[in-house]
Nanobody
């Protein structure tokens, strides 16, 4: 299973960006899919995730500014980021908790990461 990310880049404070991620491979179902980020010198932290039933979990720092959505049929997840701040600068990585059609049945997968830079 592979996760392919797109989006990211540089934006001024107050701007918007959209991150997208699509999962490919031996996928039976994806339980949880979402985004984490890691800023220089910091540990990786959850940004937003959505489970297959629709429940979402956002980091407190992004609530009201970021919106996560999933297309279950297409194995994709999108993160709409609005009102971006310099503190949002980080490498954003897609994450998926996958049920495979092969063994091992359960697999956690990470994307390669995409850089988001918020600066004036």
């Amino acid at each position: 299973v592979q996760l392919v990310e797109s989006g990211g880049g540089s934006v001024q404070p107050g701007g918007s960006l959209t991150l997208s991620c699509e999962a490919f491979g031996t996928i039976l179902a994806i339980n949880t899919m979402g985004w984490y980020r890691q800023a220089p010198g910091n540990e990786r932290e959850l940004v937003a995730v959505m489970v297959s039933g629709g429940y979402t979990n956002y980091a407190r720092s992004v609530k009201g500014r970021f919106t996560i959505s999933r297309d279950i049929a297409k194995n994709t997840v999108t993160l709409q980021m609005n009102s971006l701040k310099p503190d949002d600068t980080a490498v954003y990585s897609c994450y998926a908790d996958v049920q495979q059609t092969i063994l091992p049945r359960d697999l956690e997968v990470w994307g390669q990461g995409t850089l988001v830079t918020v600066s004036s």
